[in-house]
């Protein structure tokens, strides 16, 4: 069974930054999906950026690209979320994701349904 475990999370004033981590354990796959999606008060969760591990292609969201990048350590089984520039309306909970790829679909999505693991997330606040 798959688990992810995000930290890193906290406060921050407009224009700092963060590195959210995501620890995962269980999974066998050798072909799968990492992402990192938000969700703010009131509001639907939204993907920011995900990496497939077949190639290492990434992809981001139109709302955090250039401010944000998204690496991985496969020796310590982590996923990393760097957070630049941060701006007030970054403010949510932040949760790591893994999903399965196959040899037809290589590349990772922005897409919660395509995701099966998930984190419990971790609060990113961004208020000066």
């Known amino acids: 069974q798959v688990q992810l475990v995000e930290s890193g999370g906290g406060s921050v004033q407009p224009g700092g930054s963060l590195r959210l981590s995501c620890a995962a354990s269980g999974f066998r796959r050798d072909y799968y999906a990492i992402a990192w999606f938000r969700q703010a008060p009131g509001k639907e969760r939204e993907g920011i950026s995900c990496m497939s591990s077949y190639d290492g292609s990434t992809s981001y969201a139109e709302a955090v690209r250039g401010r944000v990048t998204i690496s991985k350590d496969d020796a310590e089984n982590t996923v990393y979320l760097q957070l630049n520039g941060l701006k007030p309306e970054d403010t949510a909970v932040y949760y790591c994701?893994?999903?399965?790829?196959?040899?037809?679909?290589?590349?990772?999505?922005?897409?919660?349904?395509?995701?099966?693991?998930w984190g419990q997330g971790t609060q990113v606040t961004v208020t000066a």
């Open positions: 994701a893994m999903g399965l790829l196959s040899i037809v679909q290589r590349t990772c999505t922005l897409d919660p349904g395509d995701f099966g693991s």
